[in-house]
Structures are given as C-alpha cells and as structure tokens.
C-alpha cells in the first residue's frame, strides 16, 4: 500500500507542477484495476542551447515492489548516441538508483539527474568541445538523433 500511495504522490506532483523537461504517462492498465501504475513512459525533451535541444527520449521506469524503500529502474529505447552510463539494453546507471538512493528522493530529483548526466555530462565530457561546437561537432552529435521539428 505504502508503494502506491508514493507512486500518486509522485505522479500528481509532476502532473500539478509539470517538469520542464519531461512528460510523465502512467500505465492506463494499472490505472483501471486502480492500482497506481508502476510503469511509466517518460518523454525527454532535448535542453535548450545544447546539440539536443529538438531531440525527444523515449525512457521507461518500472517501480518494484519494494518502491520507494527501492529505487526505481529507469532506461531509454532506442538509444543511439554512446553513454558511458547507459547499458547495451538502455537501462541509466547512476548512484543515484544505488548508494545515493533514500526512500525520500522523488521522481522529480531522479529526473534532473537523469537530464544532468545525459546531456550536460555528455556536452563537457571533452573541454575543449565546450568552448567550439561549431557545425562539424553538433552534426556528429545530432546524426544518430531523431530530432523533432
């Protein structure tokens, strides 16, 4: 009961107060045998002013039934661009689904360090990147993107 009574909160609070980055789509399975869906579709958009900025992220997040003592397992689908922090299957590794996990982070935080890792990591991993995206480097970083015009 504790588990869905925490998924509710979760998902009205990123329903009143959407995030700016993310849309949030509750399984309607669960939702009619009135069990408050342990899976999620997460829709990511691109940040603004980065190489992903039209790009949209399909991920997934299943909560276990040990939720919220257990964090939630959250991977993308048909992710093309390497990460180092993304297994061959699209699950997001990040000590924030293991030793950095407490049963009081909210989906909302998890979601920003999903954002964070993804792409802001991903934008300064190579400095010298940082100070020149010029078109050569936004195109090798879009190519394997679906972008969304």
């Known amino acids: 009961m504790e588990k869905d009574k925490r998924i509710l909160e979760e998902l009205k609070s990123l329903h009143c107060d959407p995030h700016a980055f993310f849309r949030v789509f509750p399984s309607e399975s669960d939702i009619n045998v009135l069990i408050f869906s342990a899976f999620w579709r997460i829709l990511m958009q691109g940040p603004p002013d980065t190489?992903?900025?039209?790009?949209?992220?399909?991920?997934?997040?299943?909560?276990?039934?040990?939720?919220?003592?257990?964090?939630?397992?959250?991977?993308?689908?048909?992710?093309?661009?390497?990460?180092?922090?993304?297994?061959?299957?699209?699950?997001?590794?990040?000590?924030?689904?293991?030793?950095?996990y407490n049963a009081h982070i909210t989906?909302?935080?998890?979601?920003?360090?999903?954002?964070?890792?993804?792409?802001?990591?991903?934008?300064v991993s190579n400095p010298i990147l940082i100070f020149s995206h010029d078109v050569s480097y936004v195109a090798n970083v879009l190519d394997p993107l679906q972008c969304v015009v």
């Open 51 to 100: 190489p992903y900025e039209k790009g949209v992220f399909e991920l997934y997040s299943q909560f276990g039934p040990d939720y919220p003592v257990k964090p939630p397992v959250i991977f993308l689908t048909e992710w093309q661009v390497y990460h180092c922090n993304v297994n061959t299957v699209g699950r997001i590794c990040h000590n924030i689904f293991d030793r950095n």
């Open 107 to 123: 989906m909302r935080e998890i979601l920003d360090a999903v954002k964070f890792m993804m792409f802001i990591n991903l934008l």
